[in-house]
């Protein structure tokens, strides 16, 4: 798959590094957008030619870090000719829901496949073809444990957080106790660290650091649960 990966900071900087080291059968290329931006992007289509974007990309990966930044999304995606967007929003302050749906309606009349996940390591297949393709590797996370003893003795990664944060856990958990896993699970990931906010935002009524920290608990809950019974 050929992945274009716009960033703006060291968000999208780390996401960007975690995506390249484990999917090295895709083209991946990484364009920088200025770390600050007016309020007002007075002529946005000027800036965009400054990035050089080129088109023959099947995902556009948007790792933006502010609303001046997301307003880019509609030309960029025209530049770089994709058929599908992931634009992730780890923060509220980055896109809110106001800015999300203006985005995704005018990407609809593109007929340009696209989603928002919040937090990031929430992104599931969607039935939409390129982005099922990322989520195969990227997103909620999914693992296979062996068990011996009462203690995890090993744990794979099927699916991981894009920063990185699960594989930084999996490396982490064995030798812990199972009824112990879920939990330590949890705060590995907080303190890998996390890069969504710990604010209470919408539309969770929580942080989403904690909302992270949930599905990776869920992960290994449900890798548990379907382990093989120990001899």
């Known amino acids: 798959m050929r992945v274009i990966v716009l960033t703006q900071g060291h968000y999208g900087e780390r996401i960007y590094r975690n995506i390249s080291q484990l999917s090295r059968d895709w083209s991946l290329r990484r364009v920088a957008l200025p770390p600050r931006l007016p309020t007002l992007l007075e002529e946005p289509e000027e800036l965009l030619k400054s990035l050089n974007l080129s088109g023959g990309w099947d995902l556009l990966l948007f790792l933006g870090e502010s609303p001046s930044a997301a307003t880019l999304i509609p030309e960029a995606v025209r530049r770089c000719g994709v058929g599908a967007l992931i634009a992730p929003a780890d923060r509220y302050s980055w896109l809110p829901l106001g800015l999300e749906r203006q985005i995704s309606d005018e990407l609809g009349e593109m007929d340009v496949e696209a989603v928002f996940p919040r937090p990031f390591c929430s992104l599931r297949a969607r039935g939409l073809p390129l982005i099922d393709r990322f989520a ?83 992960a290994v809950e449900k890798a548990l649960g379907e382990r093989a019974p120990e001899a």
């Open 136 to 218: 195969e590797s990227f997103g909620a996370p999914e693992l296979s444990m062996e068990v011996e003893g009462g203690m995890v003795r090993g744990v794979e990664v099927l699916r991981g957080a894009p920063c990185g944060s699960t594989w930084f856990m999996a490396e982490r958990l064995p030798e812990t106790r199972v009824e112990e896993a879920a939990e330590r699970a949890g705060l590995l990931v907080q303190i890998y660290p996390c890069l969504a906010s710990r604010d209470i935002e919408p539309p969770f009524n929580d942080a989403p650091i904690h909302v992270a920290a949930h599905l990776a608990m869920r």
